[in-house]
């Protein structure tokens, strides 16, 4: 089992930024990738950015040249520096990471429990 804990979300200002941060503990885990989705009201959860255990990242258009993903594996933590925030960034953004378990096959994903972005114009 992986627990997630998700901190840093908020209210800012169009044009502000925030960090948020995500770290996962547990036992017998280790971390294939790890990301941040959103969700905001009356829209699908879409992927904002993932960065895989190797450093590879991957970000969705809309926030591509705003938001930065980065991981600290000895922490087990992901972090999603959050700048130039538009109106529309704004969404509960969840925490998912993808996981080897002991001898286990397989992924599995864990998510967090979400926290709440807001961007005000």
């Known amino acids: 089992q992986v627990q997630l804990v998700e901190s840093g979300g908020g209210l800012v200002q169009a044009g502000g930024s925030l960090r948020l941060s995500c770290a996962a503990s547990g036992s017998t885990f280790s971390i294939n990738t790890m990301g941040w989705y959103r969700q905001a009201p009356g829209k699908q959860r879409e992927l904002v950015a993932s960065?895989?255990?190797?450093?590879?990242?991957n970000y969705t258009d809309s926030v591509k040249g705003r938001f930065a993903i980065s991981g600290d594996n000895a922490k087990n933590t992901v972090y999603l520096q959050m700048n130039s925030l538009k109106p529309e960034d704004t969404a509960v953004y969840y925490c998912l990471s993808r996981v080897r378990i002991g001898s286990l096959l397989g992924l599995y994903d864990y998510w967090g429990q979400g926290t709440q972005v807001t961007v005000s114009s």
């Open positions: 960065i895989s255990s190797g450093g590879i990242t």
